[in-house]
T-cell receptor, first 114, second 115 residues
Framework: AQSVTQLGSHVSVSEGALVLLRCNYSSSVPPYLFWYVQYPNQGLQLLLKYTTGATLVKGINGFEAEFKKSETSFHLTKPSAHMSDAAEYFCAVISASGTYKYIFGTGTRLKVLA | DAGVIQSPRHEVTEMGQEVTLRCKPISGHDYLFWYRQTMMRGLELLIYFNNNVPIDDSGMPEDRFSAKMPNASFSTLKIQPSEPRDSAVYFC?????????????FGQGTRLTVV
């Protein structure tokens, strides 16, 4: 069975500072990994995904994440935070073997300070 | 494509009433998911379908909840009778579910308030 742990339910950064949101997964089979963002009163929007190939993946709005199998991690980063990045971020995992059952983490609310 | 469409966006109902939430997935997607989001429990998977067939309903909280997918373009989540603790945002999502083209696309959600 798959599971996802997001460390830190709330993260605050200053505008222009590095954003680092942590995600660790557990999976007995090769995983597909995702980061989603949710703005207030909206649905979840895909930021980026890892399926196969290059372990450093780039997404929208300047975000990127690196799949590290040895650390079972898929942390989300952005070099310079912008006020518009304030939102809730969710990490998710599914099995690459085809059950397509998405398991989400508990989310991390990012606050950007002026 | 217009994306995943959910209706209504907001629903306020009295305890004991039947509530039906509706979802139209993206055309061509094989998988449909129903999630519930609350402050206390986060994002919970209630049930998901593959080609209109329910695959896993282990997340459905109790018999008061039921979901159907009569065809590839429509699904419902019904709560009967509703209770105040059912108040939450309910999301529908769909995905192609083929190889690497597997990300889920979410609707805007239905905010349910049971009073």
């Amino acid at each position: 069975a798959q599971s996802v742990t997001q460390l830190g339910s709330h993260v605050s950064v200053s505008e222009g500072a590095l954003v680092l949101l942590r995600c660790n997964y557990s999976s007995s089979v090769p995983p597909y990994l995702f980061w989603y963002v949710q703005y207030p009163n909206q649905g979840l929007q895909l930021l980026l995904k890892y399926t196969t190939g290059a372990t450093l993946v780039k997404g929208i709005n300047g975000f990127e994440a690196e799949f590290k199998k040895s650390e079972t991690s898929f942390h989300l980063t952005k070099p310079s935070a912008h006020m518009s990045d304030a939102a809730e971020y969710f990490c998710a995992v599914i099995s690459a073997s085809g059950t397509y059952k998405y398991i989400f983490g508990t989310g991390t609310r990012l606050k950007v300070l002026a | 494509d217009a994306g995943v469409i959910q209706s209504p966006r907001h629903e306020v109902t009295e305890m004991g009433q039947e509530v039906t939430l509706r979802c139209k997935p993206i055309s061509g997607h094989d998988y449909l998911f129903w999630y519930r989001q609350t402050m206390m429990r986060g994002l919970e998977l209630l049930i998901y379908f593959n080609n209109n067939v329910p695959i896993d309903d282990s997340g459905m909280p109790e018999d008061r909840f039921s979901a159907k997918m009569p065809n590839a373009s429509f699904s419902t989540l019904k709560i009967q009778p509703s209770e105040p603790r059912d108040s939450a945002v309910y999301f529908c999502a769909s995905s192609l579910g083929r190889g690497v083209r597997t990300e889920a696309f979410f609707g805007q959600g239905t905010r349910l308030t049971v009073v």
